[in-house]
């Protein structure tokens, strides 16, 4: 099989280590993994079974797709979408639990006979949940987990401590098993707002929302062939909008790798590779698939070598100007995923 000229290097042991981190943050809760957006561009499947392994035993997809894809594994799986008409098949296969978030989609489970099923309350982000003047529609309801979203985790803002004390009123009013409040950045917050359950998504893959992460490790690091190394000529251009201009006769290698593989326009002039501990700056546009590199300081690279993109997501996402959640989830299909660890 041709292999494709760029691919993810994937850290399975940092994957892990980052849990371990979080698990041990979240005090007396367990601690599960939100592995939804096809585990945040990592590959599900790979993410789930070293997080099973690991000990990870409570898992977060957006849809019953996404249920369906880890099926195999025979995981705990809530499904925080909750339940259309068009999922019924699916959700009576036992694969999942839903995450019940209107009116409607709690009585659309209770004529389907019920069943074990998790339940989103708002309490302030005004996207999914019931609101707490409707858990009367609840009862009879077979409910592990009672969950709520926190709407600014990574500010420190009065709306948290509103958030998880809104949350904690609810404690006993429905039956539920356990209650599930802090993603990653939440965690960080403080022991008050692990509750039962927590459930981290972005730091798992090396995101960093809040200082207090800053044990977080690196899990995911784009890789890129060199297709051509060329000399460019003081005074010329390089690339769309001839945004940089040679100051000298520069050494450049040119990489297949660009905004259709999810490394944004926002990186133009501002991003970089790593070559031997030595940061290699990009110049000029980010094109759909292909980026310049200054390689003067490595003579040794040529056609057909790979470069590490600098890809730590804190600065990478001050560079491109996205989320560190944007630069993961969008990493793109053309990608070989190559797991160690």
Excluded at 268 to 294: C, E, F, K, W, Y
């Amino acid at each position: 099989m041709t292999r494709a000229p760029l691919r993810l290097r994937l850290d399975g042991d940092a994957l892990v280590h980052n849990w371990r981190h979080l698990d041990a943050m979240s005090g007396a809760a367990a601690c599960g993994a939100a592995i939804k957006a096809d585990g945040y561009g990592l590959g599900a499947l790979a993410v789930a079974t070293r997080l099973a392994a690991a000990g990870c035993r409570d898992f977060f997809v957006a849809s019953w797709a996404e249920a369906e894809a880890i099926a195999p594994l025979r995981l705990s799986v809530s499904v925080l979408h909750g339940l259309r008409g068009e999922d019924m098949e699916l959700a009576g296969w036992g694969i999942a639990r839903p995450v019940l978030n209107s009116a409607a989609q709690v009585a659309r489970w209770k004529a389907a006979g019920g069943g074990a099923c998790d339940v989103m309350i708002d309490t302030g982000m005004n996207r999914l949940g019931l609101s707490v003047d409707e858990l009367y529609l609840l009862e009879g309801l077979e409910i592990g987990t009672l969950l709520s979203h926190l709407a600014c985790a990574d500010e420190d803002v009065a709306m948290n401590e509103a958030q998880r004390a809104a949350f904690a009123a609810l404690a006993g009013r429905t039956g539920a098993k356990r209650l599930s409040l802090a993603n990653s950045a939440g965690i960080a917050l403080g022991p008050d707002y692990a509750f039962d359950l927590t459930r981290p998504g972005l730091a798992l893959y090396g995101g960093v929302p809040r200082g207090e992460l800053a044990a977080i490790r690196q899990v995911v690091t784009p890789e890129a062939q060199v297709l051509q190394r060329r000399t460019v000529p003081a005074g010329r251009s390089i690339g769309y909008n001839a945004i940089w201009t040679a100051p000298a006769a520069t050494e450049v290698a040119i990489l297949n790798i660009g905004y259709a593989d999810g490394y944004f326009r926002g990186f133009s002039n501002t991003g970089g590779a790593l070559h031997q501990g030595r940061r290699l700056p990009l110049l000029g546009r980010v094109s759909m698939d292909l980026v310049a590199i200054d390689v003067g300081a490595a003579p040794d690279l040529g056609e057909g070598d790979w470069l590490a993109l600098d890809y730590a997501l804190p600065q990478a996402a001050a560079q491109s100007g996205m989320s560190q959640y944007e630069l993961l989830t969008s990493l793109g299909h053309r990608f070989d995923r190559v797991w160690s660890g």
